[in-house]
């Protein structure tokens, strides 16, 4: 027999299990004297090619020896593997079809194979007519004689004993336990069909039958969907039921079952049977191991990924310490082993740095660095699936710079450590679970962003310009009710400073009076009413002054807003808002502008309020040269003095002035108080409307309150949509959590609103005086105040229930903060103000909330756990979660900080998971992770003597479990490898 063990391990093979040679027993339907040589050529005409043959005859093994000297002979050259599969028939039917079939499939591997199957068969027990048969030609031809009762030639009788031969199940049972060598070298497969499989058997009398019968193979023939899927554990009973019920899933095989040359090779419906492993009879045994993944039935072979995602070969150049310089990789699971200082480390890195895909940040303590003087002329170079090959040195000073998506996921043993440490709980474990959560999204769903930081930055963007807003309209809205408050709280101080300021004007204008002596009263009215209107009238002049100011600045501000601010505004929108991707004229309609001709408009205001000055100013002072005692009055009455223009009232008061001898001494001090007078009513008219103000304050206050109450509502609002987005853009990593068990079912993403209360409360609390008397005093006692009435509602309320709250706190307590305020802040009005802004500012603020999101282990923060659990989790993130990724995955030593039963618990279903869509490379001294998830492949690292300033001679051998030099090596190298395998079949209940 041809040695077939390859070293990339378990790869796909089309066998056929179940073919029929021309001159079968039964229903021989080849025809021709040279069907056999035409049936060798259809078997090297297959496409695909066929690399295993099941030869089946009935009973016997002349088919197969028949077949066997021409495959010795090399005329089969696809076929690698020849074994005989001998179909018997158990003494059962349900009076529906034939006798149910079993088949006896016989390992090859022992030379003396067909001896010692014959002396199995001998065993094999048939009673008729008082006398018992064995399953021998010769007996069966004596069975047949017997019943035909005569004797004719022996081919037709050995077809008669075999049509009348049946083995019962107890019989076949008996004969295993006292062959060890048949328990060891013959697996037992039944047919599942209607005909004449054990579907047959469906009556309730006969279900018991049919479980026993089922529990007694090892393997099921079958090409339907649906009884691989049910053998499988995926059907109407679970993987455990099934291996409770039937010692263990079956392995669904299907041949052509061809007894003519149009099936040979062509089964029914392109059912090719594919099997993953090396082309020797252990890879059957194999498959009851692995039922699902190493048996495939259709017409092509699944794919592990993607070719361009698959490393199928690493070569190393300069490095004469490795004697092996290229290693074919699998494109499942790779098993690196070997013991401790063997290389096993060395060669992920090797393929890590092939990929380009070394993190630098984590090359510390590793092979790559520690070796660094003795690499720096070697190179690694990758050949993936795709064609494409890769090179990159392999000297940490040379590294390439690990790209934002590198072309393998490699996990180092530093990098695991790291995130399991405590150094490493902050940002890189985020990160990692982040990414893992970004790849989750569809690419339709990435906005273009290269990271979960970015698609989350221009998903809240909105919202953080919301919060920024309303952050400064609360700063407004609080400065405007400080300045209420502080006219509410002087509105009696405003009214003593008026009347005070009152006085002193009557003072002034009775001083003012005394420098005009005269009797004549008459002259001395009209004076005093010439000298008001004059005041009255300056006053007038001087609002409309400062109106032409006022407008003369809004037209120049107009003016540079059309010409300069406008544009301005408009290239910041379209910097800030760029990937709304719109046209030059597009954007021309966000140009803002005026809704009408302002200029026109202040200009002709302008012209108005000119006209007006003009109008009461009248002609000026210096117009008139000289005024004196002998001027004619200016005015013809004084019953409207409004009405005259300054310039004439101011003349008529100097001709008055003449009338009663006040002189040029007199008449500057005259003007002089005149003028502080004008002053002091015009400050005096401002403390009215400041008092008016004033007044007002309270009513102006309630509405402030409300729009601040409306506005923190809406800010409050802010973090609220920020809840409810992150959740939704957490919603990929959340469903899949909801969909796993274990600890995958544990896990829970939150986000949840954090609120540092103490934070908040320790903030007001250095804003007062906590050793005066009041409802604050003392220590601490604001903070117990807030947690009590403040605290829940702040975590759990809604936006309106929180400015509800905020709104009541400040109604219940905002009078008893003034009792605690600081001596400093008592001083005068702009203390006491100041020290209410910063009440008001703190009161409103929400530094102290923020939106936390994460992944929680049985409501604990992952970055809490243990390290163990920690890297528990991390690993089954990137196993069972990160299902979108489809490169391939290197983990050195995963089992790390694990324990025994955590790795087989939790991880080795999911790397089993995981391999069916990803390339997985794991350095391992774990043996569950070897056996129990069925590598693909196993690399068995090795090493010879340390040489002084060089690297020790570094080996690798691989293969794949089948292989007998592989399996002893995880025996001896693993600890409990043994036990591994016993302990596997055991728990699948599997005898093998």
């Not at 970015?454 to 405007?480: A, F, P, V, W």
């Not at 009461?616 to 409004?642: I, P, R």
Request: aromatic share 8%.
């Amino acid at each position: 027999m041809n040695e077939i063990f390859n070293p990339i391990g378990s790869i796909w093979h089309r066998w056929d299990p179940h073919i029929h040679i021309p001159g079968t027993l039964k229903n021989d339907n080849y025809k021709g004297e040279n069907a056999l040589d035409e049936f060798v050529q259809r078997i090297n005409i297959s496409s695909p090619p066929i690399k295993a043959l099941g030869i089946t005859e009935y009973y016997v093994l002349d088919g197969y020896e028949k077949i066997l000297p021409i495959f010795n002979a090399g005329k089969l050259p696809n076929v690698k593997l020849l074994f005989p599969n001998i179909e018997l028939r158990f003494a059962v039917n349900a009076g529906k079809g034939s006798p149910i079939n079993l088949h006896l499939l016989v390992s090859p591997e022992d030379p003396e194979h067909i001896d010692k199957t014959k002396r199995f068969l001998r065993d094999l027990k048939f009673k008729y007519d008082s006398e018992i048969y064995g399953c021998t030609n010769d007996e069966l031809i004596k069975l047949g004689a017997a019943y035909l009762k005569k004797t004719t030639d022996n081919q037709h009788l050995l077809k008669t004993g075999i049509e009348q031969f049946k083995v019962s199940s107890d019989n076949l049972q008996e004969a295993f336990s006292n062959h060890k060598w048949a328990r060891e070298n013959i697996l037992v497969a039944i047919p599942a069909s209607k005909g004449d499989g054990t579907a047959q058997l469906q009556e309730d009398g006969l279900k018991a039958l049919r479980e026993e019968l089922q529990r007694m193979a090892h393997i099921v023939f079958s090409g339907r969907p649906g009884d691989r899927e049910y053998w499988c554990g995926k059907g109407t009973d679970s993987k455990e039921a099934i291996i409770e019920k039937y010692n263990g899933l079956k392995p669904c095989l299907h041949g052509s079952d061809a007894h003519d040359l149009e099936h040979v090779g062509n089964p029914d419906l392109d059912r090719y049977c594919w099997i993953r492993g090396d082309l020797k009879f252990e890879t059957l045994r194999q498959i009851c191991f692995e039922p699902e993944r190493r048996v495939y039935i259709g017409k092509e072979i699944p794919s592990d990924g993607y070719p361009s995602h698959t490393i199928e070969k690493v070569s190393v150049k300069n490095a004469d310490w490795l004697k092996t310089q290229e290693i074919g990789i699998n494109s499942g699971l790779v098993a690196i082993i070997g013991a401790r200082g063997s290389g096993k480390t060395a060669l992920v890195e090797m393929i890590a740095a092939g990929a380009g895909s070394v993190d630098q940040s984590h090359t510390k303590r590793s092979f790559l660095e520690r070796a660094q003087k003795l690499l720096t002329e070697t190179t690694s170079t990758i050949n993936w699936g795709n064609g494409e090959h890769q090179e990159f040195p392999v000297d940490v000073q040379k590294l390439p710079v690990e790209s934002e998506e590198p072309r393998v996921r490699y996990l180092s043993q530093q990098f695991v450590e790291y995130l399991c440490s405590s150094d490493g709980l902050a940002d890189e474990l985020v990160n990692a679970i982040e990414q893992v959560i970004f790849d989750a999204h569809g690419v339709d769903e990435r906005l273009g962003t290269r990271s979960f930081k970015e698609l989350r930055e221009i998903k809240t963007e909105s919202i953080r310009r919301g919060i920024d807003k309303y952050q400064e309209l609360l700063q407004e809205i609080g400065d405007e009710i400080s300045v209420q408050d502080d006219l509410a709280r002087n509105i009696e101080e405003l009214k003593k400073k008026r009347t005070i300021e009152n006085d002193a004007i009557t003072r002034m204008k009775e001083d003012r009076k005394k420098l005009t002596p005269s009797d004549n009263k008459e002259v001395l009215e009209k004076l005093d009413k010439v000298r008001e209107a004059a005041e009255t009238k300056s006053q007038l002049i001087a609002g409309f002054e400062k109106k032409e100011l006022k407008l003369q600045g809004l037209r120049e501000e107009a003016e540079q807003f059309q010409n300069d601010s406008s544009l301005v505004q408009l290239n910041a929108l379209k910097e800030e808002y760029a990937e709304a991707d719109l046209t030059d004229e597009q954007w021309e309609k966000f140009t803002l502008t005026y809704k009408g001709d302002v200029k026109s408009l202040l200009n002709e205001k302008l012209i108005e309020v000119g006209k007006e000055i003009k109008k009461h100013k009248g002609q000026t002072e210096n117009e008139v040269e000289k005024v004196n005692e002998k001027t004619e009055a200016y005015l013809s009455s004084y019953d409207n003095l409004s009405s005259n223009t300054y310039s004439l009232l101011i003349k008529e008061q100097r001709r008055l002035e003449a009338v009663i001898g006040v002189d040029n001494e007199k008449r500057k001090k005259y003007t002089d108080l005149s003028n502080k007078i004008a002053v002091l009513e015009s400050a005096l008219k401002q403390r009215d409307k400041e008092i008016e103000k004033a007044e007002a304050a309270p009513k102006k206050i309630e509405e402030l309150f409300l729009k601040r109450k409306s506005t923190y509502e809406l800010l409050i609002g802010q973090i609220e949509k920020e809840e409810k987005l992150l959740s939704k853009l957490y919603s990929p990593l959340q469903e899949r959590l909801s969909s796993q068990d274990g600890t995958l079912s544990k896990l829970t993403f939150s986000v949840r609103r954090i609120v540092n209360i103490e934070q908040w409360a320790e903030s007001g609390e250095r804003l007062i005086d906590r050793s005066r008397i009041g409802p604050f005093k003392g220590v601490g006692t604001l903070t117990e105040i807030i947690k009590r009435e403040l605290e829940e509602v702040w975590k759990t309320g809604s936006c309106k229930e929180i400015a509800q709250a905020m709104a009541d706190f400040r109604s219940k307590y905002g009078p008893d903060f003034w009792k605690h305020a600081f001596e400093d802040a008592r001083k005068n009005r702009e203390t006491k103000k100041y020290w209410y802004d910063q009440i008001s500012n703190w009161l409103y603020s929400i530094g102290h909330v923020s939106v936390n999101y994460g992944l929680q282990y049985e409501g604990v923060d992952v970055q809490q756990l243990s390290p163990g659990t920690r890297g528990i989790v991390l690993l089954l993130l990137y196993l069972s979660i990160d299902i979108d990724d489809e490169r391939p995955l290197i983990i050195d030593q995963p089992e790390e900080n694990l324990d025994p039963k955590s790795i087989f618990d939790e991880l080795v279903d999911r790397f089993k998971e995981a391999k069916n869509r990803r390339q997985i490379i794991i350095v391992t001294h774990n043996a569950n992770l070897v056996v129990n998830t069925d590598a693909d492949q196993v690399i068995v690292a090795s090493r010879g003597e340390h040489k002084m300033g060089s690297l020790p001679d570094i080996a690798y051998e691989s293969g794949g479990l089948e292989n007998p030099q592989i399996r002893n090596a995880v025996c001896n190298i693993l600890e409990g490898g043994k036990r591994a395998f016993e302990e596997r079949a055991k728990r699948l209940r599997i005898s093998i």
